[in-house]
């Protein structure tokens, strides 16, 4: 089973990280990521440039409306994920701990959806449709 | 299972194999490590629901079970050799100090790998002290009763025991050898999960997943190994086709028949990727690379039609001379079909259909049906798709057989 673990940070410990050597960020999360690759569980993984360089398409009104910078009212800013492949929810635990974040950082764990999920609603053309166009989507 | 025993579950499949290998090395017994190491599990469920799990759960193991190979020594009258190299390490090192050496779980590797081991052995080994499953999880992984998966570990141990094998690293000119049993067995893992050859489910996820995690694995401890790139390029590779290998049925979808868009894009572009750095070594490809490379011309392309079935039959008559087998020759043979037609591909395939091989296999009558009825022999065709069908040993796959010879 894959599970994305979705790095979120509050303003405040995304400034308190500017504040830190970069250098020592960078080895800490590279002997991370080490760890996970020689364990053979990183399907893959992606940090996010600063919130600032966002935008923001927003759907509410007939035409998208589209803004420069962060992500609106949020106190957790999402900054990057992880995708790993384990046998076992309490394995995606293990590994998001040992993840080198401090005090302003949370990991959102996410199972990623498999096949088997929609096996009792295969019957269902509707969920047959959904399930394809999802797929479809995932390997986009 | 109770939450401890499923976090103390999680903490030995990432931490397993280190602790083993840490183990192993200063006893120099693989066997004797393994029973150390599960020893020490034991306490952990017991001690961790009132201490909590350590911060380094990995090291907390590792000296638990040394501790015990110490208890046990200190029974004995004599003083037997292998725990007083225990005791001296235990000295020298603290918990804090743990530092697994990547080196110790490539020599683990090796060690449940080794050629004095029956294939069965080799992969009940290596499933158990290098991807940390239980004998229960195995046998279910491999449709075997728990009984036989025991049997087949102990006699592993004991034969790697009676043979002396060193907890070492070959030398130079037994490195290749050696490897080579290595990626033997993750690929018959994978190839298992892949194409269940007995049973009536067509792909066992979970444990083509686990040959792809030992891969992986591979891939990090020695990452200057064309031919681990070229096996770990060719399992994501033919991963990357899992989902559309199923119907909603769980019946197998052929390659040709197989919706393209549910192919895995983020798989194929880390087998292409893999496949792109074994090139990039410079020694050329071996097998598993050139199976890769034939897998990349399929993932690439947006049809079947639109294959570049010329550069396959390529790359199969280079793979035919470097792995020759009569599966690999009709594999070529399929790929001539496309690339220049039935008629020429049938004189391939009647060329090897004599091989001792290949005999009782339904593969030779299945691609024979194929192109017999691609030439318009529907009599013929329909014989052989037949015969194919009462061979085939896969439930599913002899359903498919079965509604080909049916359509014609």
């Keep these: 089973m894959k599970y994305m673990l979705i790095m979120r940070d509050t303003p405040e410990a995304l400034e308190a990280s500017k504040q830190r050597d970069f250098e020592e ?49 949020t106190h957790e800013l999402f900054n990057g994920f992880w995708m790993i492949q384990v046998s076992s929810r309490e394995e995606a635990i293990e590994w998001a701990k040992r993840c080198p974040l401090g005090p302003g950082s949370k990991l959102e764990l996410r199972r990623v959806n498999e096949w088997e999920d929609f096996a009792e609603h295969q019957d269902n053309e509707y969920v047959q449709k959904a399930q394809e166009r999802k797929t479809g989507s995932a390997a986009g | 299972m109770s939450d401890i025993a499923r976090t103390v579950d999680a903490v030995w499949r990432i931490e397993g194999a280190r602790v083993v290998a840490t183990l192993a090395r ?38 638990v079970a040394r ?44 060690v449940a790998c080794h050629p004095v081991l029956s294939r069965e052995s080799q992969v009940a080994l290596t499933l158990r002290i290098v991807s940390s499953l239980t004998t229960e999880e195995i046998a279910r992984l491999l449709l075997v009763p728990v009984p036989t998966v025991q049997a087949r570990i102990t006699r592993a141990k004991k034969t790697l025991a009676a043979a002396r094998v060193p907890f070492e690293t070959p030398e130079q000119d037994a490195w290749g050898e050696r490897l080579g ?3 033997g067995v993750v690929y018959l893992v994978f190839t298992e999960g892949y194409a269940a050859t007995s049973g009536e489910r067509w792909i066992r996820h979970e444990l083509a997943d686990e040959a792809l995690r030992l891969a992986r694995v591979l891939a990090g401890l020695v990452p200057r190994e064309p031919e681990v790139l070229g096996l770990l390029a060719l399992l994501e590779l033919q991963a990357a086709r899992f989902a559309a290998r199923t119907g909603p049925g769980g019946e197998p979808v052929l390659l040709a028949d197989q919706d393209r868009s549910r192919w895995d894009r983020a798989q194929i572009r880390r087998g292409r990727d893999a496949l792109r750095r074994a090139g990039e070594l410079g020694r050329g490809l071996g097998p598993y690379g050139l199976q890769a490379a034939i897998a990349e011309q399929h993932a ?104 080909k010879a049916r359509a014609l």
């Design chain 2, 67 to 110: 501790r015990k190979a110490i208890d046990g020594w200190r029974r004995r009258e004599r003083l037997d050799e292998r725990y007083a190299a225990l005791a001296r390490d235990l000295e020298e090192t603290t918990e804090q100090e743990w530092e697994p050496i990547a080196d110790d779980v490539l020599r683990l590797v090796l």
């Design chain 1, 25 to 73: 960020i960078l080895n800490e999360m590279g002997a991370y990521n080490d760890a996970l690759v020689k364990a053979g569980v990183l399907v893959g993984a992606e940090g996010l440039s600063d919130p600032s360089e966002g935008i923001v398409v927003d759907f509410d009104s007939e035409e998208p409306i589209v803004t420069d910078g962060p992500y609106g009212e």
């Design chain 2, 181 to 183: 049993a290595v990626l």
């Design chain 2, 300 to 403: 690439i392309a947006p049809s079947v039609e639109e294959t570049d079935w010329a550069r396959i039959v390529l790359l199969y008559e280079a793979l035919s001379r470097v792995a020759p087998s009569p599966v690999v020759e009709l594999n070529r043979a399929v790929a001539v079909s496309r690339a220049a037609g039935p008629q020429e591909a049938l004189a391939l395939v009647e060329r090897i259909a004599d091989d001792d091989a290949l005999a009782g296999s339904h593969l030779v009558p299945s691609v024979r049906g194929e192109l017999l009825a691609q030439l318009g022999r529907t009599g013929e065709a329909r014989k052989e798709l037949l015969v194919a069908a009462e061979r085939a040993r896969n439930g599913r796959e002899r359903a498919v057989l079965l509604a």
């Design chain 2, 26 to 63: 200063v006893t120099g017994d693989v066997g004797l490590a393994e029973d150390l190491a599960h020893d020490a599990v034991v306490d952990a469920l017991a001690q961790w629901p009132s201490s909590g799990v350590p911060a380094n759960p990995g090291g907390w193991l590792t000296t």
